[in-house]
């Protein structure tokens, strides 16, 4: 890829495609992860001479603008890590209202802009509003690896149209989870948590021949526990991914670890009540939520002495307290491993584990894009990525 030396961007108006999709509660940035990780390519930029257009989306709005997801809470905090004044400008990114304000920016000056999907040919990568978008800068520069696996006007369509780089945060996503791939080190240990089987499939499947041991916890584990006849009471999991988890169990049983105890509840609920059992004996009307105590034992020993780990999805339900500890304690064991492990962690509840552990700068790498990350290890081509190249 093309990176930001390969750009003259003094007195230059620089698009910068951030990925600003973050956590909102009642106006206020709940976790502000990802605008920290666009720091390093727009302070880059700055000191380089250039003015900065900043393009985001937020959430799913459907069909046009909506008040919910406006990008407007984020300029305080955007201003804050900056160290300077950050413009709003509020009216669709396409417009013409859009293209007068921005053409007023001086050197050194930032405007993030309106939500991008609140444009309804964003996602459709539709030409016309490429077009207008190219004209709100003389350069263009990608740095939403979050959004790279989306094949968007904003996102790999306007590249076509300006001189453009990679930003630092998509070099340094790629080249971090392109060791997960190529050459890495062993022992190899991959966590993979989260609800479904089918959601991760094509990342288990590509990465197992690679790894030496998978390690499967949160609700896709009931899946496998019930493929192999394993009583698993209410917990969810997918019938019609059954067959193929036999088959994985079969092809690379040695290398897969199963929970062997969960914390099993009477309901979907913070208040439950619960109990340890066997996971292949969970009593009709309970379910499981978190891994056993049991199990976050034998998968803290299966960290010990791994070169690379990578981890994606919670081993629980990590949104409740009570059922986030198998999670937590996969967070501790990750960022304890050291320096010569080579450790990656993606996914948001992941991320988060790691965050509020207060060990993420233990970790090599935190991710910031959830199904960007997973598509890279996919083996697929991620159109932004491949439209920098």
Not at 104 to 124: I, S, T, Y
Not at 313 to 326: D, I, M, T
Request: aromatic share 4%.
């Amino acid at each position: 890829m093309q990176n930001l030396d390969a750009l003259n961007v003094s007195g230059k108006r620089v698009l910068v495609r951030v990925d600003y999709n973050v956590p909102i509660k009642d106006g206020v940035i709940q976790d502000d992860t990802r605008i920290q990780a666009s720091l390093p390519t727009l302070n880059k930029l700055l000191q380089g001479g250039a003015s900065l257009v900043l393009l985001s989306h937020l959430g799913r709005p459907k069909g046009g603008p909506d008040p919910k997801y406006s990008l407007a809470p984020l300029v305080e905090t955007l201003g804050r890590a900056l160290g300077k004044p950050v413009e709003f400008i509020g009216s669709l990114p396409g417009s013409g209202e859009t293209l007068t304000a921005v053409q007023q920016l001086k050197p050194g000056e930032v405007a993030l802009l309106e939500n991008v999907r609140f444009e309804p040919g964003e996602e459709k990568n539709d030409p016309a509003l490429i077009e207008k978008l190219a004209k709100l800068g003389d350069a263009f520069v990608l740095d939403a690896f979050g959004s790279a696996h989306r094949a968007h006007a904003s996102v790999s369509g306007v590249a076509g149209r300006l001189p453009h780089a990679a930003g630092t945060l998509l070099q340094t996503e790629v080249d971090a989870l392109d060791r997960l791939i190529n050459n890495p080190a062993h022992p190899y240990v991959v966590i993979i948590g989260g609800a479904k089987v089918s959601d991760k499939l094509k990342v288990i499947e590509n990465l197992l021949p690679k790894v030496d041991r998978l390690l499967i916890g949160g609700g896709m584990a009931y899946t496998f526990i019930k493929s192999r006849g394993g009583t698993i009471g209410e917990s969810i999991h997918e019938d019609d991914q059954l067959d193929l988890a036999r088959r994985l169990l079969t092809e690379y049983g040695e290398k897969i670890m199963l929970p062997m105890d969960v914390i099993a509840a009477d309901a979907f609920s913070e208040d439950a009540n619960t109990q340890i059992v066997p996971s292949g004996e969970i009593p009709d009307g309970w379910q499981g939520l978190d891994a056993g105590p049991e199990t976050v034992k034998a998968y803290t020993a299966a960290l010990q002495g791994a070169k690379t780990v990578f981890w994606n999805g919670p081993l629980g339900v990590f949104e409740f307290a009570k059922f986030a500890g198998g999670t937590n304690a996969v967070a501790a064991a990750v960022a304890g491993l050291g320096k010569d492990t080579y450790s990656v962690v993606g996914g948001g509840d992941s991320v988060s584990a790691i965050n509020k552990s207060g060990q993420a700068s233990k970790v090599s790498h935190v991710s910031t894009g959830g199904g960007a990350s997973l598509e890279l290890l996919e083996g697929k081509t991620l159109p932004g990525v491949e439209a920098m190249q």
